[in-house]
């Protein structure tokens, strides 16, 4: 009994996040972070708004192969949509894959946005979960071709923009993802993600530092919830002044 006391006393201290997997306003999650952030990608593809291709309305170019917009190079979590705005500020009222992700209003929701790279990437990491959930609540599976991500190489050549295939096969055996670059005049899929609640505002790795280096430790518990400073052999939790925990298991 004492113990579950001491995981129930830990509850309002952790974080909570959807699950990835989850059908959440208006798609699937596939990302969070302990804060409480995440990233949702919708439950289809979004058809082209211009017939860049006769073999499937499902595909658009990323934008002018000879341009350089300025403002898309951003690859992190938390990106996208950064790289959207300045897309969409560029070419306004245009028919690009960036055109369509923001112009969309999937599920009810108009926040949405062509993932960055990185973004990109971890949704196709999640691939399995993702076409699983959908499956379950309708909509389209993830294709195992070209995706357009929002990031566009460096102005060094103005000529690619950055892609994710969800996978390829090694021996008959999927294995991915895999990142690759693409001419920006070629039309492949699109498929737009959001942020949930409209924040992404994600941490990078220089804040999250920069926040540890500001907590102070409070106390040092062991797992029946036992203020101790008896560090060696045991699994302990270390709780600091900006109400994060951290366990560590100290052997030595």
Not at 219 to 232: A, F, S
Request: charged content about 15%; some cysteine.
């Amino acid at each position: 009994m004492k113990k579950i006391l001491v995981i129930l006393l830990w509850l309002p201290m952790i974080s909570t996040s959807q699950n990835i997997g989850d059908f959440y306003q208006g798609g699937i999650v596939f990302y969070n972070d302990s804060f409480g952030n995440g990233l949702i990608i919708d439950t289809s593809y979004i058809q082209a708004t211009y017939p860049w291709s006769t073999q499937s309305n499902l595909v658009s170019d990323w934008g002018p192969n000879l341009h350089y917009c300025a403002g898309t190079e951003d690859t992190s979590i938390g990106g996208g949509w950064l790289n959207t705005a300045s897309f969409i500020n560029d070419h306004p009222n245009q028919h690009y894959a960036a055109n369509i992700c923001y112009n969309s209003t999937s599920g009810g929701y108009s926040d949405w946005f062509l993932p960055s790279k990185k973004e990109l990437w971890q949704a196709m990491l999640e691939v399995n979960i993702i076409n699983s959930s959908i499956n379950m609540f309708g909509g389209d599976t993830i294709f195992s071709n070209f995706h357009w991500s929002s990031t566009q190489t460096l102005a060094k050549d103005i000529r690619y923009a950055y892609g994710v295939w969800p996978y390829t096969t090694i021996n008959g055996i999927p294995n991915g993802p895999v990142e690759v670059v693409n001419s920006k005049n070629m039309p492949y899929l699109v498929r737009a993600i959001r942020c949930i609640n409209n924040d992404c505002s994600f941490l990078t790795p220089s804040s999250i530092q920069e926040q540890t280096n500001d907590k102070e430790l409070l106390k040092v518990i062991d797992l029946l919830g036992r203020e101790t400073k008896v560090t060696k052999n045991k699994g302990l939790f270390y709780i600091y002044n900006d109400g994060t925990v951290e366990k560590k298991i100290i052997i030595e």
